[in-house]
């Protein structure tokens, strides 16, 4: 048989968990078993994968290195029973007194090549450049006749380095991947993979992360393009998945002379938007608490759309049996919220728990009442009061109960500071905060409709009572309050948001988009003179390209003021 022949590569879609070398080892271990079992030739681990991504500032201890060689030693031990199997491997190392993120080629327990990424990227969430000395050179190994260049990540969202490795003689591409999710990242990937190194005339293998790890989501979808960028083969989102991809010479395998390489292998199609958002937020949760290691998770169920899509995402996330729902009912609670947020308790089969803050809220009244003297009317220090006490009962059944207290604040909330300090902003986990409220209907709806994949026995049918997703949402700390008495209404606010915030438009752009002058101006000094509170908000999930979190860095204390055009 020529070589050339056939070649399978292994992509190792896996979950590692950051600093945890013996976890990942065997993660990695285990993959490579049953890729080696059937029949792989190759196999790529996605970037980083033995000491987990990103690691941050671990990066800067060099016990941490230690950590990493250990483990690699044991990894290069094991190889021995796979004499020739090709393992690339994704690790961080230290050489020559530089760090760097690291390729290590692997065969028969010995190493035949080692790649240091080229490009690093220090935009939107990654910081790399803090940490990690570039490579200077290509890459580029032969299996069984056919000349494989290595990449990291960044390295293929460059067109210099892809064409350099291209220089040297390679026919495909392997890429080793950390690559974030967010709202439909996959699309970008693949374009973005055809203009770099496709329209080389390279195919190209990558091998990404799946899982979450703080406040990042990674969604895997490993995929296969062949030189013409036509998809071959893809793995599955959301989930740890082993992706088989064979190589062939097309000409070989006509007779001919070598000159093209065929790609194939099983192609998971790629999920639908609202559940890919969905999804993405269900194992962000998962992982969030099993990898710190939390028994369960309670919220504060208002009878409201944002508490009942949080619950929603818990249930989907941990299971029933995991979540627990605490009713927190005040003078102002009306009798719909109840109701509404029994019923869907009911539904999902939840623990659940009324807990009435009439009494505190008058013991606090009391206490204040000096201060609260020669005022006839309710403002935001006892709206503020209410939210604060239910904050207060929250992390206190979470101190005996060990369980993490999620938070139920959406993103048009935390810009606009439509939220209460160390009220419902107190807790551990933030799930949707990086979704605009006009978001959070939406996957309501979906819900409703539909049961994600990702989640075994997931509770068909209408989970969330429609009355909570149609009725106007209000915080009820008032009478007869209603979000929109302090806030634009929310496909206005959420237009704005989008494209001042999340796309980074200056302001006069806004306007000129076609929103009210006196509306831009408002959203911008909330966003602005809110500041303090966001640095304040526990973690929470991003799935967009900009959220509330690493790559948003804004000074508190800043005296700009943006020009914003009048009607």
């Not at 406040?215 to 296969?224: I, K």
């Not at 998945?241 to 190589?247: F, H, M, Y």
């Not at 938007?273 to 169920?301: M, T």
Request: aromatic fraction near 6%.
């Amino acid at each position: 048989m020529n070589p050339r022949s056939r070649v399978r590569i292994a992509a190792l879609q896996c979950n590692p968990v950051v600093g945890d070398f013996e976890g990942n080892l065997s993660q990695l271990l285990e993959s490579t078993r049953a890729a080696h079992a059937a029949g792989a030739d190759l196999v790529l681990t996605p970037e980083l994968a033995l000491a987990g991504y990103p690691p941050e500032d671990l990066l800067l201890r060099p016990a941490f290195y230690r950590s990493g060689e250990m483990a690699f030693d044991r990894l290069l031990s094991a190889t021995q029973a796979w004499p020739d199997l090709v393992l690339v491997v994704g690790q961080a190392v230290e050489r020559a007194g530089c760090r760097h993120n690291a390729a290590t080629v692997v065969r028969g327990g010995q190493v035949i090549a080692e790649y240091f990424k080229q490009e690093l990227p220090n935009y939107d969430v990654f910081d790399e450049q803090r940490y990690f000395t570039p490579g200077r050179h290509s890459c580029v190994i032969e299996v069984r006749g056919i000349q494989v260049g290595i990449l990291i990540c960044e390295d293929f969202w460059r067109a210099e380095v892809p064409a350099r490795a291209r220089e040297e003689g390679a026919e495909l591409i392997l890429a080793l991947n950390a690559s974030p999710y967010h709202l439909d990242k996959q699309p970008l990937r693949l374009e973005t993979a055809r203009a770099n190194v496709c329209s080389l005339g390279c195919a190209l293998i990558a091998a990404n992360l799946v899982g979450g790890q703080d406040e990042l989501v990674f969604d895997g979808g490993s995929f296969a393009l062949d030189a013409q960028g036509t998809i071959r083969a893809q793995a599955r989102q959301f989930a740890t998945d082993l992706l088989l991809v064979d190589v062939v010479d097309a000409d070989v395998a006509k007779g001919g002379r070598a000159s093209a390489l065929k790609l194939s292998g099983r192609i998971e199609p790629a999920l639908p938007l609202d559940e890919q958002v969905y999804s993405a937020l269900v194992l962000g949760v998962r992982d969030y608490l099993g990898k710190n290691g939390f028994p369960g998770a309670l919220l504060g169920l208002s009878g409201g759309v944002d508490s009942a899509l949080t619950m929603a995402v818990a249930v989907d996330a941990l299971g029933a049996d995991r979540v627990r729902a605490v009713m927190m009912p005040s003078r102002y609670t009306a009798d719909i919220s109840w109701i509404d947020a029994r019923e869907m308790a009911e539904r999902l089969g939840v623990r659940y728990d009324e807990i009435p803050i009439a009494g505190p809220f008058e013991a606090f009244h009391d206490l204040l009442a000096n201060e609260l003297v020669g005022r006839s009317s309710t403002d935001t220090t006892e709206e503020n009061l209410q939210a604060r006490i239910r904050g207060t009962l929250l992390m206190a059944l979470s101190n005996r109960h060990g369980s993490i207290v999620l938070t139920t604040g959406n993103k048009s909330e935390m810009a606009t500071g439509y939220c209460t300090l160390y009220g419902d902003m107190a807790g551990g986990f933030a799930v949707i905060k990086d979704l605009l409220k006009t978001t959070v209907w939406r996957l309501c709806r979906w819900r409703n409709g539909h049961t994600p994949a990702m989640v075994a026995n997931a509770i068909a049918g209408e989970i969330i009572p429609s009355r909570i997703i149609d009725r106007p949402p209000s915080a009820e700390l008032r009478p007869e309050q209603t979000d929109q008495d302090s806030l634009p209404p929310y496909d206005l606010l959420d237009g704005i948001l989008e494209l001042y915030m999340e796309q980074g438009l200056p302001a006069e752009d806004v306007v000129a988009a076609g929103f009210p002058p006196e509306a831009v101006s408002l959203v911008v000094r909330l966003m602005r003179i809110n500041e303090y509170k966001r640095r304040q908000a526990p973690v929470g999930i991003r799935v967009t390209h900009r959220g509330f979190g690493r790559d948003w860095r804004y000074p508190i204390t800043s005296r700009f003021r943006e020009s914003i055009p009048t009607a």
